[in-house]
T-cell receptor
């Protein structure tokens, strides 16, 4: 069965600093990988997805992630964060490599301080 | 495009009562998903529909839970004889077509069972 581990439950950073949110997955089959963001009192919003092709994936709001098959990782990065990036971030894997049923990690709370 | 809507946004009920939630997906999205999110956890898959057909149900979905999508548009999730352990955020998502790998989430219905 697929699973996702988000290694940090909380990440505090200062505005304009770079950030990396870590995600590792386990799967016995090919996977599709996703990052979602959840702002307070809002639904989850897709940031980016990896299906195939280039291992560096660019998403919305200046975020990018790199798929590393050998390390089974899909870390999310942003070179310079803003106060408005404060939110909860979820890494997810497609459970059966095509069913579109998502398995989520527990989330990482990113807090950007002035 | 008004997004995925869910009603009610909050529901407080006493243990043993039945509750029903409604999800209105984005117009013409043929896939609809239900997830449950408890405090400190990521969303967990419950069930999904393609048009009006319910294609998969999680083991998390006990016999007290039932979901319908009668005309392939809106969906309802009913919980009978609620228990305190049912307290959670219930999330609905829709996607436009098979293999789109983009799920659009609603804001959720927060259920509190007292």
């Amino acid at each position: 069965a697929q699973s996702v581990t988000q290694l940090d439950s909380q990440v505090p950073v200062f505005e304009e600093a770079p950030v990396e949110l870590r995600c590792n997955y386990s799967s016995s089959v090919s996977v599709y990988l996703f990052w979602y963001v959840q702002y307070p009192n809002q639904g989850l919003q897709l940031l980016l997805k990896y299906l195939s092709g280039s291992t560096l994936v660019k998403g919305i709001n200046g975020f990018e992630a790199e798929f590393n098959k050998s390390q089974t990782s899909f870390h999310l990065r942003k070179p310079s964060v803003h106060i408005s990036d404060t939110a909860e971030y979820f890494c997810a894997v497609d459970a059966q490599g095509g069913s579109e049923k998502l398995v989520f990690g527990k989330g990482t709370k990113l807090t950007v301080n002035p | 495009d008004t997004g995925v809507s869910q009603n009610p946004r909050h529901k407080i009920t006493k243990r043993g009562q039945n509750v029903t939630f409604r999800c209105d997906p984005i117009s013409e999205h043929n896939r609809l998903y239900w997830y449950r999110q408890t405090l400190g956890q990521g969303p967990e898959f419950l069930t999904y529909f393609q048009n009006e057909a319910q294609l998969e149900k999680s083991r998390l979905l006990s016999d007290r839970f039932s979901a319908e999508r009668p005309k392939g548009s809106f969906s309802t999730l009913e919980i009978q004889r609620t228990e305190q352990g049912d307290s959670a955020m219930y999330l609905c998502a829709s996607s436009p077509w098979t293999d789109s790998y983009e799920q659009y989430f609603g804001p959720g219905t927060r259920l509190t069972v007292t």
